[in-house]
């Protein structure tokens, strides 16, 4: 049996919050001025200081407009044939060019090596796959 550490499942559930804020929360709400509705009002004030109002802005908009989730692009780039390690190290090559010249993210560039290094391991596993069968061949 295991001893001490951190164990699955153990501890508070994330995203939950204690009674002490539960509290807080509940009074706010029943008040009627949340922290967002504050800002607002502030903002709506016209006789309010300019950066006070700008401040307001700021911080009540990330409430009111979420960033928008990033989409993906198809990206096309022109690669050799990676069936071997020779055409492998021509892909990586021409990914790198690719994002040195900025026609493909680091980002997108890192999916495209991922897959081409997946390649590589495939052809590597096949490679020690046939010499561990030439070898065992040779004992018999």
């Known amino acids: 049996m295991s001893r001490g550490g951190a164990r699955s499942g ?6 939950s919050i204690n009674r002490r804020s539960a509290e807080t929360l509940a009074d706010a709400f029943a008040a009627g001025v949340t922290p967002v509705e504050y800002m607002l009002e502030v903002l709506r004030d016209d006789d309010a200081d300019q ?9 009540a908009a990330v409430y009111l407009h979420p960033r928008p989730a ?18 492998v190290d021509q892909a ?11 026609t ?32 065992e061949a040779t004992k018999r």
Do not use: C, H, N, Y
């Open 70 to 87: 990033s989409t993906d692009r198809t990206v096309t780039i022109d690669l050799p044939d990676t069936s071997t390690i020779a055409g």
């Open 104 to 135: 493909v993210s680091p980002s997108e560039g890192q999916s495209f090596i991922s897959a081409i290094e997946a390649r590589r391991k495939a052809i590597e596993t096949g490679d020690l796959l046939a010499r561990i069968e030439a070898l």
């Open 51 to 59: 950066k006070r109002r700008d401040w307001a802005a700021e911080k």
């Open 10 to 15: 153990a501890g508070r559930p994330v995203g």
């Open 92 to 102: 990586l090559d021409r990914i790198i060019a690719a994002m040195a010249l900025g």
